[in-house]
Nanobody
């Protein structure tokens, strides 16, 4: 069992930066890949980025490549999403999830509660 808690969301101006954190509890966290997803009201939850655990691998949605960077610190049981050059369209709730290496929402077993990111234009 893995519990996930996101933090770091907030209000930022367009062009600014935020760093989201996904803190995990559970002894098996390092066995899982971690993904970040986002969901705007009335829309499907969409893939943002993912990172593997022990074997180097990351993946990004085309819309965030070059602006967002995912990383993880297994010693701290934490995954980060560094968000730079933020745009108004990045405004939504961001969720982290743990599961097998994938960029498909359905593949992930464990989810956090989400953190709101608001980018003012």
């Amino acid at each position: 069992q893995v519990q996930l808690v996101e933090s770091g969301g907030g209000l930022v101006q367009a062009g600014g930066s935020l760093r989201l954190s996904c803190a995990a509890s559970g002894r098996t966290f390092t066995s899982y890949a971690v993904g970040w997803f986002r969901q705007a009201p009335g829309k499907e939850r969409e893939f943002v980025a993912a990172i593997n655990s022990n074997v180097p691998w990351t993946d990004y949605a085309d819309s965030v490549k070059g602006r967002l960077t995912i990383s993880r610190d297994n010693a701290k049981n934490t995954v980060y999403l560094q968000m730079n050059s933020l745009k108004h369209e990045d405004t939504t709730i961001y969720y982290c999830a743990a599961g097998p290496r994938s960029n498909y929402r359905a593949a992930y077993n464990y989810w956090g509660q989400g953190t709101q990111v608001t980018v003012s234009s």
